[in-house]
């Protein structure tokens, strides 16, 4: 083919084809430094694209996961609370029950104690009612509870598995301290309370372990959101390695392709103007 023809300018169509494929690199290291993303979209690379899809709805998921449990962290923030309440309550009481099981404790000092105790248990009584959270409560069941007893499962992962925490009944512990004026009238009686195997006692130990249990389920719940936030850090770190733009890089790159682009350009230009040429041959 002659290169001296007006019908086919070979130069043009090479500098055409020059300058378009800069325009096509150009666009795309536009598109990472715009976005800040080597991987964008799907049209980018449809299978780290897919990759990065899955990974990101595993952040979404842990990150829901975790408003969940921060919510249980707060009903077993308050039940804790309660129950600490409950128990420093609970030792007061009983050296009210000392008071009460010495035989000369009498007359008006020990209706005083029996006032004292009743006040108390009523402290109690409130301490298990109150212990709600959001609507809901998982000791108070004593009636006017401000919360719905029930026990709770939480999800705690991305992939739905849940974490249950068992009720203690605040109902039974409340009533099973609310002795009978009789039973307080007699120095015996109270004694036999608060012995190691006494009602008293025993109530005491339960409170001690319901304690033990939701301090446990507090630390599981905490730990939890601990490796949910750490594995949701691990999983961005690899998301942006993923797909993140070396911005350093393309810049450059943007320089040296909008160089190509102009000079791209002057060459079409030129080889444009070249059939002019021929017109001088016809002078």
Known sequence: MSLNSVNTNMGAM???????????????VQKQVSTGYRVADATDDGAAYAVAQ????????????NQQLGGVQGLLSTTASALNDVSNTMSSMRDVLVALANGNTTGNQRT???????????NVKSFIQDASYNGKTLI???????????????????????YGIATASGS???????????????????AALITAT?????????????MNTYGA????????????????????????????????QESAQLQ??????????????????APQTLLSLFK
């Open 54 to 65: 899955s990974v990101r709805s595993s952040v979404s998921a842990l990150t829901a996961a």
């Open 256 to 273: 040296a392709l909008q160089i190509r682009q102009q000079l791209g350009t002057q060459a079409l230009t030129l080889a444009n103007q």
């Open 198 to 210: 006494g009602t008293f006692l025993n109530k005491m130990n339960t409170i001690g372990s319901d």
């Open 112 to 122: 005083q104690y029996e006032q004292q105790y009743t006040s108390l248990l009523a």
């Open 140 to 162: 108070g069941n004593v009636s006017g509870s401000s919360g719905t007893f029930a026990s709770v499962s939480v999800v705690r992962n991305e992939v739905g598995s849940t």
């Open 14 to 28: 090479i500098a055409l084809a020059s300058l378009n494929a800069t325009n096509s690199q150009l666009a795309a």
């Open 172 to 190: 039974a512990l409340y009533h099973s301290l609310a002795f009978t004026t009789t039973q307080l009238n007699g120095a015996s009686t109270v």
């Open 217 to 248: 389920a507090t630390n599981y719940v905490n730990n939890q959101i601990s490796y949910n936030s750490d594995k949701i850090s691990a999983l961005n770190s690899g998301l942006g390695s993923l797909v993140d733009a070396n911005l350093a």
